[in-house]
């Protein structure tokens, strides 16, 4: 059998983890932006990997240069905004770009109090989730994708998880009233680049919070696509959800061993191994593009 032309397949390259703090001090209260950037560039860059050409090539040191400038000059705000002002620069800017994958993780801050006040200029790391987008741009077409990771959270009881299949291999027994608890990874993908992306995130992120709350879960499967469901009956400017969560499962001590009764108190956290349930809740008949979700990570 003849062997063909070996041929560049595709590519693209660029800065990861560019840490950006943008400081606002234009009062006394001043004002902190956190992100982690990643820029990478898709185009024409054939004679660089073939030859060793660089004559096309936009350093990626040039690319981290851009973030911390582009933050200077034209502010942060939504991280889903900063990204689409830095794909627009790099596509229009150098005719060799055609496209690439912009992405930013948001490391949130709260002010410490002091004497019962958020103090003006002091900070101190939440525990909150992480705030994460993703922006796809492919010449004049752009896709916006955003989401959060690590939102730890639980609910101790209004769970269950009975009526499953049972063979010689099943131990676990049945129940109407549990704890439920997860780490929440949620990305959805917005109808069109032109949203107000400060305002919508939190309306989206609290159904998606609220909904678990609220839902008498019958499985970590129902929940999230309650969740899911929640945010499309909302918000018209989301054309789907996608929705990863371990189930962090919490298991009853048997405390009979010490003459006491465990009337669903005391528990066991099981860290590993655990259940992980992914889904995907979106409107039927909507046009879908997996080119987009293939560049966004924590979700197969």
């Known amino acids: 059998m003849a062997v063909g032309d070996i041929v560049l397949g ?3 390259y660029g800065k990861a983890e560019v840490r950006l703090v943008r400081v606002t001090r234009d009062t006394p209260v001043h004002e902190i932006e956190d992100l982690t950037v990643t820029t990478q560039l898709r185009g024409d860059f054939t004679d660089c ?4 050409d660089n004559t096309l090539v936009v350093a990626t040191d040039t690319q981290k ?12 705000g939504s991280p889903e905004t900063f990204l689409l002002r830095l794909a627009r620069h790099f596509v229009d800017d ?6 690439g994958r912009f992405a930013a993780d948001q490391h949130a801050w709260d002010r410490i109090a002091v004497d019962g006040e958020p103090h003006d200029h ?8 992480t705030r994460r987008t993703v922006v796809e741009v492919d010449g004049d077409d752009a896709w ?3 989401g959060f990771t690590d939102a730890t959270v639980l609910k101790s009881t209004g769970s269950e998880f009975w009526g499953f299949p049972r063979d010689r291999y099943t131990t676990l027994g049945e129940t109407t009233d549990r704890i439920l608890a997860t780490s929440v990874t949620a990305w959805w993908r917005w109808t069109s680049p032109d949203v107000d992306f ?10 998606l919070l609220q909904t678990f709350a609220q839902v008498h879960s019958l499985a970590l499967q129902h929940t999230i696509f309650e969740m899911g469901k929640a945010v499309l009956e909302a918000c018209a400017d989301v054309a789907e959800v996608r929705l990863s969560c371990p189930n962090k499962h919490h298991f009853l001590v048997d405390l009979e061993p010490f003459g006491l009764e465990n009337p ?4 066991y956290a099981a860290d590993r191994p655990y259940g992980l349930i992914e889904a995907t809740v979106q409107r039927e008949g909507a046009a879908q593009v997996p080119h987009v979700w293939a560049s966004v990570p924590g979700f197969v």
Do not use: C, I
């Open 65 to 76: 240069n851009t973030v911390y400038a582009y933050a200077k000059e034209h502010g942060v």
């Open 264 to 267: 669903n108190e005391v528990f």
């Open 49 to 52: 990997h073939t030859t060793g």
């Open 198 to 207: 400060e305002a919508r995130y939190p309306v989206v992120r609290d159904l």
């Open 10 to 12: 595709p590519n693209q």
């Open 144 to 146: 916006v994708v955003s």
């Open 94 to 99: 150098f005719p060799q770009v055609t496209g």
């Open 122 to 129: 002091a900070f101190v790391r939440t525990g909150r989730e």
